[in-house]
């Protein structure tokens, strides 16, 4: 019952959250801001668990490749293939849930305990969509920029493993990287990632809007951000590897 | 003018608010005081319309509050300013921002003409020279003192003040029910404080409303209040020592 009641909460909040900004220069000043917060403020963890994760990725492909039978540029065929499906949007959106979404939550659970959601309230601004849609537009053109550019780290980590050691060369690694390439895989990573940016926004402004109480509920609420919007990613990514590639 | 009839409110089963009728007039400092648990928070939230009211409407000038639709309420909380027990200053804007931000959302003013606006109502407020200062370099005062040039920053008709003098020293508290005073009379506003420090009570209180168990306990003036026979507002008023050798003097 719980469940349909916050469902309901929810939907009902999004339906604030998505109406006409109050004013255009505000908002834009806004959106600017959180372009900063979410994109730059995101651009160094970004860069270090990519690089390792590309670097990963293709030593453990070189690891499992003792047949002889299997070309050695399949490396970078499956380095490649592995950053663009699912490394970079899934693993990132999950940092990024954890990063961006605890921020958001704690920064709205605060306005919330401290009354300055209720001062634009009073003031006759619609507070949830002051607060939480600049994030939700900026986080949905920012993060398919930031997984894009996680991509292209992820593959150069596997091709410094192939320069610094000898378990394949870089040019069976850059071959590889061009064999079989889809362009879908791309688009297929853009839909789940813009899908799993509203999902980090919305979850985390929802539960640090419907805050009641002081500092330790913002705590909560920052926490179940995460936990809630990592569950919903995973299964959304699902829902979405089935429906598009499938 | 503000005015409540009959206004109830219940939270789940328990009722805060029962049947309030009161009249709150332009120019007056209207106090609303009370024990702790009286529902006196919850009246001044009815009347700004955070908490919807289950029975009975609040009326602004002849405008039924109560029974609005949004887009109409919005106009009518353009002309409300409210000072929040903790300030409620936006963290992440400084002084100058957090009271140009009315002005930034409701105003077509130029820059510069919002600017000399700030820095008229900073002025007004003793704080000259704070534009730049982040709420988190401010003491419990000067928030405050920021928060009533933000409330006031876009000429308001209704000024609401929750607990103005909560967690401050008698002297700081002083100085803000001057300023409250003087800006009632100045921009000729209704003026509601939900209040219960007692000097202020006794410096400003030119209407006051005690609210006790969630009813109209009691209403008079500040002269009226030293000689009221109301046994459940004189165990709360003169609930001191202090305020109570003022009624053993009087």
Not at chain 1, 80 to 97: C, G, H, K, N, V
Not at chain 1, 218 to 239: D, E, Q
Not at chain 2, 172 to 192: H, K
Request: proline fraction near 3%; include cysteine; hydrophobic fraction near 45%.
């Amino acid at each position: 019952m719980k469940l349909f009641y916050s469902i309901g909460q929810y939907l009902l909040l999004m339906k604030q959250v998505l109406a006409r900004p109050e004013k255009r220069k505000v908002f834009m000043r806004q959106l600017f801001t959180e372009f900063f917060d979410i994109g730059v403020g995101s651009f160094g963890i970004v860069v270090v668990i990519s690089i390792f994760m590309g670097a990963v990725v293709s030593i453990l492909v070189a690891y499992n490749l003792n047949n002889p039978l299997i070309p050695r540029t399949m490396i970078g065929y499956s380095t490649r293939e592995m950053a663009i499906l699912e490394f970079s949007p899934t693993i990132l959106s999950l940092i990024l849930a954890g990063k961006v979404g605890s921020s958001i939550a704690s920064q709205i659970g605060t306005m919330r305990v401290t009354e300055q959601i209720d001062a634009l309230d009073i003031m006759g601004i619609n507070p949830a969509n002051f607060l939480i849609f600049p994030k939700l537009v900026a986080a949905i053109f920012i993060n398919p920029a930031l997984i894009i550019f996680s991509m292209a780290v992820s593959i150069f980590g596997g091709y410094l493993v192939g320069v610094f050691t000898n378990l394949f060369t870089p040019a069976e690694y850059v071959l590889g990287l061009r064999i079989f390439f889809d362009a879908f895989s791309i688009f297929y990573a853009l839909i789940k990632t813009v899908v799993f940016a509203i999902i980090i926004v919305t979850v985390a402004g929802y539960q640090g809007y419907i805050i009641k109480g002081g500092s330790i509920e913002v705590g909560r609420a920052s926490t179940k951000s995460v936990v809630y919007a990592s569950i919903l990613i995973i299964i959304f990514n699902l829902i979405l590897t089935q429906t598009l590639l499938i | 003018m503000i005015e409540a009839f009959y206004i109830s409110k219940f939270f789940s089963d328990t009722q805060v608010l029962n049947a309030i009728s009161v009249k709150f007039e332009k120019g007056k400092n209207n106090l609303i005081i009370g024990r702790s648990g009286a529902g006196k928070t919850v009246l001044l939230k009815c009347l700004v319309g955070l908490h919807e009211v289950d029975d009975g409407y609040v009326d602004f000038d002849g405008r039924d509050f109560s029974h609005m639709n949004r887009k109409n309420r919005k106009n009518i909380r353009k002309e409300i300013g409210m000072l929040f027990q903790g300030g409620a200053l936006f963290d992440s804007y400084n002084v100058e921002e957090n009271v140009m931000f009315p002005l930034n959302m409701f105003t077509k003013m130029p820059y510069e003409e919002k600017l000399d606006r700030v820095n008229q109502v900073l002025q007004r407020v003793k704080l000259p020279n704070a534009n730049n200062l982040m709420p988190g370099e401010l003491s419990g005062g000067m928030i405050k003192r920021v928060a009533i040039a933000r409330a006031i920053a876009n000429n308001p008709k209704y000024l609401f003040c929750d607990e103005p003098n909560s967690g401050l020293d008698p002297n700081t508290a002083e100085v803000i029910d001057d300023l409250i005073s003087e800006i009632t009379e100045e921009y000729n506003m209704v003026t509601i404080v939900n209040t219960h420090d007692m000097n202020s009570v006794l410096k400003m209180g030119d209407h006051i409303v005690f609210i006790d168990k969630g009813r109209v306990g009691w209403q008079g003036s500040r002269d009226d209040i030293l000689s009221s026979d109301n046994e459940r507002l004189n165990g709360f008023v003169f609930s001191t020592e202090l305020t109570r050798r003022l009624k053993r003097r009087k």
